[in-house]
């Protein structure tokens, strides 16, 4: 027998289709939100299953931007890495991205990195380093990761004075290379805990034998972190002022040319 449905039914069904149809159209929002707000969304979906372990704790997209390669984009991991992949994500390659100038090869990564290195630096306040100033005129300057028992570091301190003769400002920061609990780690805080902050280093680095004085304010910690991050692996790492990174000693008149200031 057929049954026929009453108005009541009818506005039923009718209610029901409404409500599937508006959560449809929210959900179709939403995405389209995403998407729009995200234009990457799909590519940083794909680069991150790829990379990841499965787990659903793996690697994440952090950032991704256009560059002057067409088609190429340069993708930041969560972990620091960074990749170029077409705008699909269906290729990727790890390594440096080079651009053919009139003058010859520019490496556009390290450009990156060098950009990435002075806002680190930036973000530390020049009170918490040991600086040896120029007593002239200030023409440029260099931030050293430093330990007191290196030798080229050792080396490279002596060279202070003719650094600051050529203008060059020297600010240290601390690495000690032994680790934040190493006996380099107390004797850089003794140097950062001195009165006299300068000469209790330049003794430090010449062996002079000094007591202990962890004063508990000394940065030696928060130093060796943001040299880790920036990617020091020994002393002294020299950080030029607009971000290239020196890894080993260097004489004061090579600093200078380097520099551009010979």
Not at 199 to 219: F, I, R, S, Y
């Amino acid at each position: 027998m057929t049954r026929w449905i009453d108005s009541g039914d009818r506005i039923e069904v009718f209610r029901n289709l409404t409500l599937a149809l508006g959560l449809l159209l929210a959900s179709l929002a939403a995405v389209a939100e995403t998407y729009s707000s995200n234009p990457y969304k799909s590519l940083e979906d794909k680069i991150a299953a790829a990379l990841g372990d499965g787990s659903g704790a793996g690697i994440t997209v952090q950032d991704v931007r256009k560059t002057e390669a067409q088609g190429l984009l340069e993708v930041t991991l969560d972990n620091g890495l960074v990749l170029y992949a077409t705008e699909s994500g269906d290729h990727f390659v790890v390594g440096d991205l080079y651009a053919i100038r009139k003058d010859g090869l520019v490496n556009l990564a390290e450009q990156k990195r060098e950009r990435e290195r002075v806002a680190m630096i930036d973000g530390v306040d020049v009170a918490q380093m040991i600086v040896f100033t120029p007593e002239g005129e200030v023409r440029d300057y260099i931030t050293v990761f430093t330990d007191v028992t290196c030798f080229y570091c050792q080396k490279l301190h002596r060279e202070v004075e003719d650094l600051n003769n050529l203008g060059i400002e020297v600010r240290y920061l601390a690495y000690p290379r032994g680790g934040p609990d190493s006996d380099g780690a107390r004797k850089l805080a003794t140097a950062w805990c001195a009165n006299d902050q300068q000469e209790t280093l330049t003794q430090l680095k010449a062996g002079v034998a000094l007591p202990v004085n962890d004063c508990g304010e000394a940065p030696v910690i928060e130093q060796y972190q943001l040299g880790a991050a920036m990617g020091v692996r020994g002393t002294p790492a020299i950080v030029t002022s607009d971000g290239q990174m020196i890894p080993g000693y260097k004489p004061a008149s090579e600093l200078a040319q380097i520099l551009g200031l010979q």
